[in-house]
């Protein structure tokens, strides 16, 4: 018994959750024509620093102690009882992609601060010191690869590789954009300190919980992720007057590229995705057949054999179709992640937990790559879904209901507070 309440009584305030959830989304608004709205906070633009700067005074007002590392990651630590013992961390990410939601990610760090709020609200000492912490270029949207921040901290990618990734936009460095926002900070990556566990609330960003009316998602694992850039170097030439016999047209193969990709997927079935979603066309002209085509091609399976096989069916196509099209094709593997598998203790625990509060739920594997198959590298982690309406995400549509945000907060509370080892 602690203060005027249990620690397993606890429950989050949805209000105070909610609020900062919409004060965050303020920040690189976008607004929709029928009321919809969501958010460009672009990695390390000046949106993210606005919203870092945002969410790191939250931090400071909370009383917790910020620190900053080389590449950006921000992880704010509210000090445990026994300081020799390795911190319980939750935590998630703060950029968007361009056309993004307020939810995605945000969710999972502010979720973080409202329960630091809630301890010390009711004056709840833990053993272990609680991290809460925002990872650096999550969506890997401006410089790939996705999840790069988590990836450096658990020492997947060496610092250096990392601050030479150059963007996709305006082609300037990583590590020079950290410092123009202010936030390459001091503290070395990767980390030296691993926690002793991970948990991340994160919405599902796919319509299988609403489809099943379902409000948590138990999440056993993610899918693993080939990114894969393909550039077809064909011939320019003039739209009316080369004929068909005699073009070298890569915008051809790149729609070529764009229906294999379907094909490959129904070919391997299962659990087999694939995705062409960026398609850049030089010089993009009406009257010309292009020089150049980039394509970019994003496959994902949970069976990493399989995942091997629609590689390689991609590379065995696109020769043939050099051949065929008299076109150079080079590709380049922009990220590369296997399947992840969580801790099934953890997974086991965040089941529990969601049974104790009341709320259905369902086993899941992410579709989605996220920081905690990072974090699983050095430490036991964990994953809790809430459902996202009509499953829209990476759109500023998304939205989640504050009914399962509120449930899915309580979840993450819950299970880090099993781990947090409340003073008694
Ligand atoms: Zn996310």
């Known amino acids: 018994m602690v203060g005027e309440i249990r620690p397993d009584e606890l429950r989050v305030d949805i209000g105070r959750l909610s609020r900062r959830i919409d004060e965050l989304g303020q920040i690189g608004r976008i607004d929709g024509p029928n009321g919809e709205w969501g958010n460009a906070r672009l990695a390390l633009t000046d949106e993210d620093r606005a919203g870092r700067d945002l ?16 590449i950006g990651n921000v992880v704010a630590t509210r000090a445990g009882s026994d300081p020799d013992l390795a911190p319980v961390m939750c935590g998630s ?22 329960i630091v709020e809630l301890l010390d609200e009711h004056g709840i000492r833990t053993r272990r010191p609680f991290q809460v912490a925002f990872f650096t270029d999550e969506e890997g949207s401006r410089f ?17 590789e990392a601050l030479d990734v150059t963007a996709a936009d305006d082609h300037s460095r990583l590590g020079d954009e950290l410092v123009r926002i202010g936030y390459a900070g001091p503290v070395p990556c990767p980390t030296a300190t691993p926690p002793h566990y ?13 489809d099943e009316g379902i409000t948590i998602g138990v999440v056993e694992g993610v899918q693993g992720i080939s990114w894969t850039e393909v550039s077809i170097e064909g011939r320019s030439a003039h739209a009316g ?10 915008a051809y193969c790149a729609g070529a590229l764009a229906t294999f990709v379907r094909d490959v997927t129904r070919r391997l079935g299962g659990d087999q995705v694939g995705t062409v979603g960026r398609i850049d066309v030089y010089p993009n002209l009406v009257n010309v057949v292009p020089s150049r085509v980039v394509v970019a091609v ?12 629609a590689e390689r069916l991609l590379h065995g196509y696109l020769d043939d179709l050099a051949a065929d099209e008299g076109v150079e094709i080079t590709t380049r593997s922009l990220a590369r992640f296997e399947p992840v598998t969580f801790d099934a ?38 994953m809790v879904f809430t459902p996202s309406v ?35």
């Open 345 to 382: 203790a953890m997974v086991d625990r965040v089941e529990h937990v969601a049974r104790r509060l009341g709320h259905s739920s369902r086993r899941m594997s992410s579709g989605a790559g996220h920081d905690a198959q990072m974090l699983a590298r050095i430490c036991p982690t964990a």
């Open 144 to 160: 790939a690869p996705d999840m790069l921040g988590s990836l450096v901290f658990v020492g997947g990618m060496p610092l250096e």
């Open 390 to 424: 009509a499953g829209l995400s990476h759109n500023i549509a998304e939205f989640t209901e504050p009914d399962d945000v509120e449930a899915g907060a309580n979840v993450l509370l819950q299970v880090l507070l099993e781990q947090l080892e409340p003073a008694t």
């Open 241 to 250: 007057t080369t004929p068909m016999r005699l073009r070298r047209d890569p």
């Open 298 to 309: 994003d496959l994902r399976n949970t069976d990493d054999r399989v995942l091997q096989e």
């Open 198 to 210: 991970f948990v991340e609330l994160h919405i599902e960003q796919g319509p299988i919980l609403e």
């Open 55 to 70: 969410v790191v005074g939250w931090m400071r007002d909370l009383g917790l102690d910020v620190r900053i590392d080389a």
């Open 93 to 114: 990410h703060i950029d968007t992609v361009g056309t993004g939601g307020r939810f995605d990610g945000n969710l999972g760090v502010l979720a973080g601060l409202e």
